[in-house]
């Protein structure tokens, strides 16, 4: 994080910040402010300290995102919920068009109709910018479900071998870089190269949510916690309304790959 520093962004080849990022191109400090819960959260206390202390002393706070499949089973009343079911099968779409790309991750959009299926046309399209939708739905229907489906199809981005060291698959083969990780312009042509610039929510959410899909429900549970729209943990204190009731509630026993597979 120290390149990006004072700056929304990481260019990780550069080794430089990058100002302009999603939300405009104010000097927020984005990449630090987005690592804060995540460093926190993983224990990371060096790390956190000297972020945490970056944000009290120089930063000023004077001055659409891509729908995931788990917004819908978010807002689902159980598993015979259209909406919930509309979620597994968005989910479904976005992993069929990880594992159909030659780099194993995910292009901005893609098309389909007229012999094409779920390919991205434009070249503006076939950019993988480190985004974090489709893994954070492989988290929500992995707590809901408990198919391991969800767990396997993360396992092809991340590879888990002890508590808080990840050693990656896509991620680190196609994206990693001397100084992070970069966005792809191509994911079907590895040889096109890095856009250099490690977007702020890579950290805050994709990292995030690739690891809660293989940590114990008790870390953040559910029915106390909601993360926002850049994955950071809000307290729920409601106790009135969620009374004494785990929510939510798995939907079922674990199960085999049904769900992305389609059958």
Known sequence: MKHARGHNELKPISLTGHQPFVLGSLPMGA???????TLY???????????RNYVVE?????????ISGGMFVLGATGPQDPWFQRGVEITR???YTYAASVT????????????VEGVP?????????????????YFYLWRFTKDEAYRIAALKVVQVYWLHFFVFKALEKYARTAGGYSGLKDVNSPESGHDDVQQSFFIAETLKYLYLIFSEDTLFPL????????GHPLPV?????????IWPKPFAQPTSCSRLSGN
């Open 31 to 37: 990449t630090i402010v987005d690592a804060l819960d």
């Open 41 to 51: 959260m993983m224990n990371l206390e060096e790390e956190f300290n000297e972020a």
């Open 58 to 66: 120089e930063l000023n706070f004077d001055q659409v995102r891509h």
């Open 93 to 95: 779409t976005c992993n």
């Open 104 to 115: 194993q991750l995910g292009p901005e959009s893609f098309t389909f109709g007229s012999g």
């Open 121 to 137: 046309l434009k070249s503006g399209h076939k950019a993988y910018l480190l985004r974090p939708e489709t893994v954070e739905s």
């Open 223 to 230: 029915n106390r916690w909601v993360f926002n729209s850049e």
């Open 237 to 245: 204190h409601n106790e009135v309304w969620l009374g004494n009731d």
